[in-house]
């Protein structure tokens, strides 16, 4: 039932909120110096996605879509994210569904190096302690 959501009926989910936060330069400029240092690529993780309008437009603006990662409760968001962008079967960000309130935190954790693992994930139990920066 997406129109019982006030942000989809008048079309907040537009707004790219993201780019407004203050901390939105400094993350851009860290994925770029890990670039340039030739270092891993820090990963930002977006729960509560919808349709993914912020994760979209990161790539236009320098952070590279395979590190990448949006998460929404309802898997319809991702999948009308797809098809208000058209952008299924080509786009290089990652999404999930999955349910943060059920997120076990575990003893350790293995860092992600390979951007193609992360198509692999399907849980937000998979990316504890390995995203730098969450939205």
């Given at each position: 039932?997406?129109?019982?959501?006030r942000c989809l009926r008048s079309f907040r989910f537009v707004?790219?909120?993201m780019a407004e936060?203050?901390?939105?330069?400094?993350?851009l400029q860290l994925s770029e110096?890990?670039?340039l240092s030739?270092?891993?690529?820090?990963?930002?993780?977006?729960?509560g996605c919808c349709l993914g309008m912020d994760l979209r437009y990161l790539p236009y603006v320098g952070y590279p879509a395979l590190c990448l990662l949006g998460c929404d409760l309802r898997p319809e968001f991702i999948d009308l994210g797809y098809r208000f962008y058209g952008d299924r079967g080509f786009s290089k960000i990652h999404?999930?569904?999955?349910?943060?309130?059920?997120?076990?935190?575990?003893a350790s954790t293995d860092t992600i190096n390979d951007s193609s693992l992360l198509k692999e994930v399907n849980d937000l139990n998979q990316l504890c302690g390995r995203v730098k920066y969450i939205y």
């Open positions: 039932m997406v129109h019982q959501y707004n790219l909120r936060h203050d901390d939105f330069t400094r993350i110096q890990a670039a030739s270092s891993t690529r820090p990963l930002l993780l977006d729960i999404f999930f569904s999955d349910d943060i309130l059920q997120l076990r935190i575990p």
